[in-house]
């Protein structure tokens, strides 16, 4: 069984060999030679230049060789292209303007994504060229909440207090913004299955903010209506939902094949909540890899007996930082491997 063969087959809940491994921002700063070409170019050129974007998906490859690649990109993207501007900053991203008043709306135009989005089409084209049918490759995009709260709210690090004002005072403002959200994530997710992705994966990092209500009333329906439309692709959808463990069930009733858990849940616990029909991925914390070796691979192996290796893509439950240690994600990989049934 070969990589991509191994990821689809965890993502369908089939028999694997092993299961895949991959990592949430596994390209990025805690890689010495992304630091190197980051010194040259800005966020935003790394993402633009396909031969840039390209060696930075293979970097973590070469390095590790994880079962997938995930394209090198932003959520943010969208939001850019829709006319908001997008700057990276030391704080973290900031969105400007930010859109807490209707008559801000008209500037979030509709995209024609096959012009926004050319450079991503010809990325996701030239990996599988190269990686097919070894690897497996990811496209992804950000849910429509994640991206509304980075819109509406100064940053999703706060109470989203702005975006729950919106939400109950001018519903009908809050589902115009998350329905032309939408509309672009599907059809970026659309381009990017067609360039050749094997699987997409869906982040809505900031939904676990939300109270279980509130989870069904400001993001489900949206995620939801994301992944319908993403139905007769026949491509596997998996959805990430930091701090889920209240929501995971709600989040698995959009429909996702697979879903991406942090370490507030365990594996077998969101097995017993969610049943056979969905894959987990996740959901080791990100500070196991400052443990030992020893440390390290105890605690993988042991995530992957708690499911008996089934229906799971081994990951953490949250991205690499740029102070996650190179060695440890070296082990963390490896204990997947060495793990035999
Ligand atoms: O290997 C990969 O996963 C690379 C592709 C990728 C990036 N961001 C690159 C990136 C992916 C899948 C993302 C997703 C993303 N972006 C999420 C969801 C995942 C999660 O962590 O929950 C979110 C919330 C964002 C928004 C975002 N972009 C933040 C919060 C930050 C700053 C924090 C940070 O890590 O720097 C970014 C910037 C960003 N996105 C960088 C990279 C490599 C760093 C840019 C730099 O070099 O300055």
Same mark, same amino acid.
């Given at each position: 069984?070969?990589?991509?063969e191994r990821f689809l087959a965890a993502c369908r809940g089939r028999p694997t060999d092993r299961p895949p491994v991959w990592i949430?921002?596994?390209?990025?700063?805690?890689?010495?030679?992304?630091?190197?070409?980051?010194?040259?170019?800005?966020?935003?050129?790394?993402?633009?230049?396909?031969?840039?974007?390209?060696?930075?998906?293979?970097?973590?490859?070469?390095?590790?060789?994880?079962?997938?690649? !995930?394209?090198?990109?932003?959520?943010?993207?969208?939001?850019?292209?829709?006319?908001?501007?997008?700057?990276?900053?030391?704080?973290?991203?900031?969105?400007?303007?930010?859109?807490?008043?209707?008559?801000?709306?008209?500037?979030?135009?509709?995209?024609?994504?096959?012009?926004?989005?050319?450079?991503?089409?010809?990325?996701?084209?030239?990996?599988?060229?190269?990686?097919?049918?070894?690897?497996?490759? !990811?496209?992804?995009?950000?849910?429509?909440?994640?991206?509304?709260?980075?819109?509406?709210? =100064?940053? =999703?690090?706060?109470?989203?207090?702005?975006?729950?004002?919106?939400?109950?005072?001018?519903?009908?403002?809050?589902?115009?913004?998350?329905?032309? !959200?939408?509309?672009?994530?599907?059809?970026?997710?659309?381009?990017?299955?067609?360039?050749?992705?094997?699987?997409?994966?869906?982040?809505?990092?900031?939904?676990?903010?939300?109270?279980?209500?509130?989870?069904?009333?400001?993001?489900?329906?949206?995620?939801?209506?994301? !992944?319908?439309?993403?139905?007769?692709?026949?491509?596997?959808?998996?959805?990430?939902?930091?701090?889920?463990?209240?929501?995971?069930?709600?989040?698995?009733?959009?429909?996702?094949?697979?879903?991406?858990?942090?370490?507030?849940?365990?594996?077998?616990?969101?097995?017993?909540?969610?049943?056979?029909?969905?894959?987990?991925?996740?959901?080791?914390?990100?500070?196991?890899?400052?443990?030992?070796?020893?440390?390290?691979?105890?605690?993988?192996?042991?995530?992957?007996?708690?499911?008996?290796?089934?229906?799971?893509?081994?990951?953490?439950?949250?991205?690499?930082?740029?102070?996650?240690?190179?060695?440890?994600?070296?082990?963390?990989?490896?204990?997947?491997?060495?793990?035999?049934?």
């Amino acid at each position: 069984m070969n990589s991509r063969e191994r990821f689809l087959a965890a993502c369908r809940g089939r028999p694997t060999d092993r299961p895949p491994v991959w990592i949430m921002r596994q390209a990025g700063r805690y890689l010495p030679e992304y630091r190197e070409l980051r010194k040259e170019h800005s966020f935003w050129e790394l993402m633009r230049t396909p031969d840039l974007a390209l060696e930075l998906v293979m970097q973590p490859l070469r390095r590790f060789g994880m079962d997938a690649a !995930i394209l090198f990109s932003d959520i943010l993207i969208v939001l850019d292209a829709m006319g908001a501007k997008v700057t990276y900053d030391k704080g973290g991203p900031r969105v400007h303007p930010r859109v807490c008043d209707p008559d801000q709306l008209g500037f979030l135009a509709p995209v024609d994504v096959r012009q926004s989005f050319d450079y991503i089409r010809e990325i996701i084209e030239r990996l599988c060229a190269e990686l097919h049918p070894d690897t497996a490759v !990811i496209g992804f995009s950000g849910a429509p909440f994640t991206l509304a709260s980075y819109l509406v709210d =100064p940053g =999703p690090d706060g109470d989203l207090s702005n975006l729950r004002k919106l939400a109950d005072g001018r519903p009908e403002v809050y589902r115009e913004i998350l329905e032309r !959200i939408s509309r672009v994530i599907v059809d970026l997710l659309k381009l990017q299955i067609d360039a050749g992705a094997d699987v997409v994966q869906i982040f809505d990092t900031w939904a676990g903010k939300l109270s279980l209500a509130d989870y069904r009333k400001l993001a489900l329906p949206f995620s939801r209506s994301v !992944i319908e439309d993403l139905s007769d692709t026949g491509v596997p959808v998996l959805l990430y939902v930091r701090n889920a463990a209240e929501l995971s069930q709600a989040a698995a009733s959009t429909g996702c094949d697979v879903l991406s858990i942090d370490s507030s849940l365990t594996l077998s616990r969101a097995r017993e909540l969610l049943g056979p029909r969905v894959a987990l991925q996740g959901n080791l914390s990100p500070e196991i890899l400052l443990e030992s070796h020893q440390v390290i691979r105890q605690k993988v192996q042991t995530a992957i007996d708690s499911l008996e290796g089934r229906g799971l893509i081994v990951n953490l439950g949250q991205g690499l930082t740029p102070t996650s240690p190179v060695e440890g994600v070296s082990t963390f990989v490896k204990a997947v491997k060495e793990w035999a049934k």
